[in-house]
């Protein structure tokens, strides 16, 4: 009989710094027959014949040689992914399994300027609203003085607003525009080498309006849909935008954005390991589920469009997969409580109808696949619960009437962000058929912030090239070509980012490994 044990060990180099990271986490396994206790407990505390020096070394020679990134992932001279963790094995017969993790400071990081490749005219649509600002003024300080950035909103007055809350926006120009008037998007959006459509909500639009505008100009287009029904519209003009030879990406931000691009990532890292192993030439896994669970303490700082985005989705029904079943239920229901990480901790989410289902199992091919969200303190889930059960579906399907219940609403809600404060994370869980499991983190202790940077990531992938003419959802390959470098400017300023973990790492709280060990 042969049984294993692991232990963690924490290996902090101090004096040797890259990147602002100098955490990595070193897991030693032993496989032994079962004999006796002494063995038992010497495993149990690392190699038998391994001291602290020599594990410390270990450390550094890992570092030094060539490992995977922040994506967890790295490709090799044919493109295919290889495996982001090392299996080694000593003398003695003990195995090495070594797995980065990687924490970006806790500090924004200031104007960057340092993308030479980025240069170009971009018109960001709802440009004057909070999600826009955010968006415009994370691109500024990534193109530095170059290029040229222009609002787009409804007033002059609002401009001025987003300028005051965005300092590097003092320059930017500014242009009327009604985002649902094909016309008027032309006209500002003409000579552009890129639109950003942060004008939400997108929830009840009959059209693809600034779509259609980008692809008959020839403008790339971005956009930060949180609506399945709009992003179904938007791919639907794939064919066009491939005649015209226009590049789009739908449903890009932060979540749905980034979110979808981590599950893609452990999934590819998640396969790369099991073809790694011997005897799984050709055979390719089928990916069991992946779970996107949100969280935003209050009201996240962004507006009321967010708020009146998240009435909405109280009024549509919940389309999502189980054991590759389409399955349609209610929303704000299936409450779910998931362990966030440390900073976050355990919160409870809920059901909501979002496109990064439709999309991951249309690209992945998950048997299972659903989106919850969940808000603090507690009484706003009680308080959603209650109005996609009370409030009569005519009321949720009207979008001037939920734009109202948001501004009575919006100062209620804020009236406690002071207290609860505006921190936004992501849990993506995923498991392959072959049993094998991963999860991924990101949290940011503001949403404000990080969902401008995230959305201006995706912009700049686009002003670089990365993405191929068509209307693509951000996991699809031909939207985003390097992932790395998209994860880098997304991850700035997070408390945590994490991907391609075991579950039980990710605990918030002390994980009893046995053995009086504990993985904190």
């Not at 240069?119 to 691109?139: D, N």
């Not at 003092?170 to 552009?192: H, P």
């Not at 009321?395 to 609860?420: G, H, Y």
Request: contains cysteine.
């Amino acid at each position: 009989m042969r049984v294993t044990y692991t232990v963690q060990l924490i290996v902090r180099l101090d004096g040797y710094k890259r990147d602002d990271r100098n955490v990595r986490d070193v897991v030693w396994t032993r496989e032994t027959p079962q004999t006796d206790a002494r063995e038992t407990t010497a495993v149990a505390t690392g190699c038998p014949t391994m001291t602290t020096a020599t594990m410390t070394a270990a450390a550094v020679a890992g570092r030094a040689s060539g490992r995977r990134g922040a994506l967890g992932s790295r490709r090799n001279e044919t493109g295919k992914a290889s495996s982001g963790s090392r299996t080694t094995t000593t003398a003695d017969g003990c195995r090495r399994r070594c797995r980065r993790i990687e924490r970006a400071p806790a500090t924004r990081c200031e104007a960057t300027g340092n993308d030479v490749d980025v240069v170009g005219k971009v018109v960001v649509l709802g440009g004057t609203g909070r999600v826009g600002s955010a968006t415009a003024s994370a691109i500024r300080r990534a193109m530095g003085n170059r290029g040229e950035l222009t609002l787009g909103g409804r007033t002059r007055e609002r401009a001025s607003e987003a300028k005051a809350r965005h300092a590097e926006l003092v320059d930017a120009a500014f242009v009327e525009v009604d985002v649902l008037d094909k016309q008027s998007v032309m006209r500002a959006i003409e000579g552009a080498d890129l639109v950003v459509n942060t004008a939400g909500p997108f929830q009840r639009r009959e059209s693809c309006a600034a779509l259609e505008a980008a692809i008959e100009l020839g403008v790339k287009y971005l956009d930060v849909c949180d609506d399945a029904s709009y992003g179904a519209r938007a791919k639907k003009l794939s064919d066009k935008a491939k005649a015209s030879g226009t590049a789009a990406i739908t449903c890009a931000g932060i979540y749905p954005g980034v979110s979808n691009l981590m599950a893609l990532d452990i999934v590819q890292s998640m396969k790369a390991d099991f073809a790694a192993e011997e005897g799984n030439e050709g055979k390719d896994p089928e990916v069991e589920y992946v779970l996107y669970n949100y969280f935003t303490a209050g009201s996240g700082g962004v507006g009321t469009t967010i708020l009146a985005t998240s009435y909405l989705l109280c009024g549509e029904e919940v389309v999502c997969w189980e054991d590759g079943q389409r399955v349609v239920t209610k929303p704000a229901s299936q409450r779910k409580v998931v362990d966030f990480g440390k900073g976050v901790g355990r919160r409870e989410v809920f059901l909501y109808n979002l496109p990064e289902v439709a999309s991951t199992r249309e690209v992945l091919g998950a048997r299972t696949v659903k989106a919850r969200f969940g808000t603090s303190p507690g009484v706003w889930n009680g308080a959603m619960v209650a109005i996609a059960n009370l409030v009569p579906q005519s009321l949720l399907e009207n979008q001037d009437a939920m734009k109202a219940l948001a501004e009575f609403s919006a100062p209620i809600v804020r009236s406690v962000d002071s207290i609860v404060g505006e921190t936004t994370s992501i849990r993506v869980e995923v498991k392959l058929k072959d049993g094998k499991q991963a999860v991924g983190l990101y949290t940011h202790p503001q949403l404000s912030e990080c969902v401008g940077t995230c959305t201006a990531a995706f912009a700049l992938a686009m002003l670089r090239g990365e993405c191929a003419p068509g209307v693509w959802y951000p996991e699809e390959k031909e939207a985003i070509s390097d992932r790395k470098a998209l994860f880098d400017m997304a991850k700035e300023g997070t408390s945590l980012f994490l991907l391609n973990q075991a579950p039980w790492m990710v605990e918030s709280k002390p994980v009893n490994l046995g053995f009086g060990l504990y993985w904190t």
